[in-house]
């Protein structure tokens, strides 16, 4: 991933999970860490970290950032979004109808995961104002 900004953002990874041992989805990471850049970071650099770690049967995978945040209203509606979604995609699945891939950044990737692991993929966003936003995913590990 490449993006220009005026300031310095860097980017630590930190893989503590056999990352040959697991297969997940492509582009999962990726609307997730631009989200950061795009709504973190308004004039001044920052820093974003990527984590990944085995949770028991789980892969956990863990993208911070110490920007801006998101007020609490902001953070609210975003889960009230989501989980409005959940139930969507659901009743959708049932009815045996066809899935819309239309939605952005986390919509998107959590629309995905969902219909891919079903109840066995969580999501957690945190975010505080002024002190950044953490999404961590949970993932089965599916062994290649």
Known sequence: MKFT???PIE??????ADPFAVTVPRFILQPIIENAY??????????????AQSAGSSLKITVEDNGQGMTPETLEALKKRLNFQKRELIEQMALG???PSAGIGLFNVYS???LLYGDRFDMDIQSE??????VELLLPVEKT
């Open 5 to 7: 900004t005026r300031f």
């Open 11 to 16: 980017t630590r990874w930190e893989i503590h």
């Open 38 to 51: 795009k709504h973190g970071f308004s004039r001044s650099g920052g820093m974003i970290s990527v984590k």
């Open 97 to 99: 109808e066809e899935i």
């Open 112 to 114: 995905r995961l969902k």
């Open 129 to 134: 104002r002024g002190r950044g936003t953490s």
